[in-house]
């Protein structure tokens, strides 16, 4: 199974450019883009509560939303990382 991974950050946030490096580092594939602000992520951190950048999305081959995240989690990354190999 193929996974989208997709940084969606804010401009100037340390911990958005650190989940970009953790990744890279760890060797995960990755996309990055501006926080929108309307739409179907925004709705997802008002359900979730999410307040703090970057938000990280992790969707299927049929785009299906499988995992997210809000801030900079090297744990969650890891088991990212452990599952795409």
């Not at 950050?9 to 650190?18: A, G, I, S």
């Not at 925004?42 to 801030?71: C, F, M, N």
């Amino acid at each position: 199974m193929n996974l989208t991974v997709t940084i969606h950050t804010l401009p100037d946030c340390v911990n958005c450019e650190r989940t970009e490096q953790f990744l890279t580092h760890s060797g995960i594939p990755h996309d990055s883009t501006p926080l929108p602000e309307t739409g179907p992520i925004r709705d997802l951190i008002t359900e979730h509560g999410y307040q703090s950048a970057p938000i990280v999305t992790v969707t299927d081959d049929t785009g299906k939303l499988i995992d997210h995240w809000a801030g900079l989690r090297p744990d969650r990354i890891l088991a990212l990382k452990s599952t795409t190999r």
